[in-house]
C-alpha cells in the first residue's frame, strides 16, 4: 500500500516542468533566462537543475549541444547568490575555445548579481592571468594543465575553499591525456564539495574518474544511445580521393549562400584548404591548433558575426562550441573515431533548428564510414551530384591547389624567419595577392538550387 500511495504524486510529477520556475531556479535568474531567450529547459536541464539544486552529486549523459551549460551553471549561480563567496566553482575543460564559451554563459547569467569568472588556459601570459586570480573571481573556468601551473607556482592561489568542481566534456577531456593533471587537482580541492560530471559518452576513463570523485551520483542521462539529433538530414558522397577538392569546391557552390562548418584531419590540411578556397574567392577561415589564441578566437569571432562563411576546423573546434547559424556540416576528412563524427555534424541542427551533413567518404574511407552507420544505427542516403558539372571545375581548382601549396610554402618560411610575423598568416587574410592570379576569381555557376 505504501508503494501505491507514493505512486499518485509520482504519476502527477511526470508532466514536464513548462519554466525555469518550475525546476526551482529563483525569480532574478529565471528573468536572467528569459532575457537569453531561454523560454524553456533543455532535457538535460530537467533533469540535472532539480538534482543539483538538492546538493547531490550529478553524472550528466547528454549529447552534443543539449543546453548543458545551463544545467550546471544556473544551479551554482543559485547557491553563489545564497551563501557569496570567492573561488566558489571550478569548471574544467578540454579546449581553449570551449572555456571562453563557457565564462561567457556564466558572466551572462550571471550579469544581475555581479558574477565575476576568469578563463585560466594555456596560450595566455601566465603573469596576467595570476593578476586576475589575484582579484579573486566567483567562478574559475579552465584547462586542467594551465590550472596546474597556477596551483604549482602562484603566490598564494589555492582552492581549498572550492564548493563546486564541474568536469565538462570529461571524456575528452581523459582522452587528450589529462588524467594527471585531474588527479592532482583532485588531491588539492576539498573533499567537501559539490561535484558534477557531464560527458557526451561514458567510456571507461569517465567510470574510473565518476568513482573517484563524485559520491552517490544522480545519474541524468538525455540519450542513453549514441544518436544524432532529428532534424539533422545527414548525407554522403563516395568520390576518388584525388577529386576531393573538386567535390568540395562544388557542393559549396550548389548550397551557396548558407553558412558552412567543414571538418579537416590535420592542422595543415585546414590551413591548405582555407587558402585553397580563398584563391576561389570564397570567404574561408581556419581554425586549428597552431594559431595562437588571439588568432582562433578571432577566427571564431568573425564566423560567429557572419563576416566569413567557411570556418574550416580540426576536431578542436568539433565540441562544445555553440555557432548558432551553421546551416552545413561538411566531413572533408572523415574521423578516424566514430564517436567524434556524433560531436562534428552536433554543430548544426542545434536548439531545434534543422541542418544538414555531407560526409566525403574515399576509397580509403569504407571501413571507417561504415563504423559511423553502425554506430548511429541508421544508413545514409548519398548526395547528389553532377559528375560533368564537377569534372569542369578540375582545371581551375588544379591553379588554386599550386598556388594555395605555394603560400603554405612561404607561411612555414617565414615561420622559421619569425615567429612574430608569421602570426599575422594565421587568418589567411594575406592570401589576397596571390588569390587575384587565379582566373575569374570566384566561381560562377548557375544559381543554387
Not at 9 to 16: D, F, M, Q, T
Not at 176 to 186: S, Y
Not at 300 to 322: C, E, H, Q, W
Not at 397 to 413: D, H, I, K, Y
Request: charged share 25%.
Amino acid at each position: 500500500m505504501a508503494a501505491d500511495a507514493e505512486h499518485g504524486p509520482l504519476e502527477e510529477a511526470v508532466e514536464e516542468p513548462r519554466s525555469f520556475k518550475d525546476l526551482g531556479v529563483t525569480d532574478v535568474l529565471c528573468e536572467t533566462c528569459d532575457q537569453l531567450g531561454w523560454k524553456t529547459p533543455t532535457k538535460i536541464q530537467v533533469e540535472a537543475i532539480p538534482v543539483a539544486l538538492q546538493g547531490r552529486d550529478i553524472i550528466g549523459l547528454a549529447e552534443t549541444g543539449s543546453g548543458k551549460t545551463g544545467a550546471f551553471a544556473l544551479p551554482i549561480l543559485q547557491t553563489l547568490l545564497e551563501t557569496p563567496q570567492r573561488f566558489f566553482a571550478l569548471v574544467l575543460t578540454p579546449t581553449r575555445e570551449l572555456a571562453f564559451q563557457i565564462s561567457e554563459q556564466f558572466e551572462a547569467l550571471g550579469s544581475s548579481i555581479g558574477v565575476q569568472s576568469a578563463v585560466i588556459v594555456g596560450g595566455i601570459d601566465m603573469m596576467s592571468q595570476a593578476l586576475t586570480l589575484a582579484k579573486k573571481p566567483h567562478v574559475i573556468i579552465a584547462t586542467p594543465g594551465r590550472l596546474i601551473d597556477h596551483l604549482e607556482n602562484t603566490k598564494g592561489f589555492n582552492l581549498r575553499a572550492l564548493k563546486y568542481l564541474v568536469m565538462d566534456e570529461a571524456d575528452r577531456i581523459l582522452n587528450m591525456d589529462f588524467e594527471t593533471e585531474v588527479d592532482k587537482i583532485l588531491k588539492v580541492i576539498p573533499r567537501a564539495r559539490k561535484t558534477f560530471l557531464f560527458s557526451a559518452t561514458m567510456t571507461k576513463k569517465v567510470q574510473k574518474l565518476q568513482r573517484a570523485a563524485l559520491k552517490d551520483p544522480v545519474k541524468c542521462a538525455v540519450s542513453s544511445k549514441y544518436q544524432t539529433v532529428e532534424k539533422l538530414q545527414q548525407h554522403y558522397i563516395f568520390i576518388p580521393s584525388k577529386f576531393k577538392d573538386s567535390y568540395l569546391v562544388y557542393i559549396l557552390n550548389e548550397l551557396a549562400g548558407n553558412s558552412f562548418m567543414i571538418f579537416c584531419s590535420t592542422c595543415n590540411n585546414t590551413q591548405r584548404t582555407a587558402l585553397l578556397l580563398r584563391n576561389l574567392g570564397f570567404t574561408a577561415i581556419p581554425l586549428h591548433g597552431q594559431m595562437s589564441q588571439n588568432k582562433r578566437l578571432g577566427s571564431l569571432n568573425k564566423f560567429k558575426a557572419k563576416a566569413r562563411s567557411i570556418l574550416l576546423a580540426t576536431d578542436v573546434a568539433s565540441r562544445g562550441l555553440d555557432i548558432p547559424h551553421v546551416d552545413v556540416v561538411i566531413n572533408f576528412d572523415i574521423p578516424t573515431h566514430s564517436k567524434d563524427y556524433i560531436h562534428r555534424v552536433g554543430r548544426t541542427a542545434r536548439a531545434g533548428r534543422s541542418g544538414k551533413s555531407i560526409t566525403f567518404v574515399t576509397q580509403y574511407d569504407v571501413e571507417l564510414f561504415q563504423r559511423i552507420e553502425h554506430l548511429i544505427g541508421k544508413k545514409l542516403p548519398v548526395f547528389p551530384t553532377q559528375e560533368e558539372e564537377v569534372m569542369m571545375l578540375t582545371e581551375r581548382v588544379a591553379e588554386a591547389q599550386r598556388f594555395a601549396r605555394m603560400e603554405l610554402r612561404e607561411q612555414g618560411e617565414k615561420k622559421k624567419r619569425s615567429r612574430d610575423e608569421a602570426n599575422d598568416d594565421d587568418d589567411t587574410e594575406g592570401a589576397t595577392g596571390v588569390r587575384n592570379k587565379v582566373a575569374g576569381g570566384k566561381m560562377k555557376k548557375r544559381k543554387a538550387r
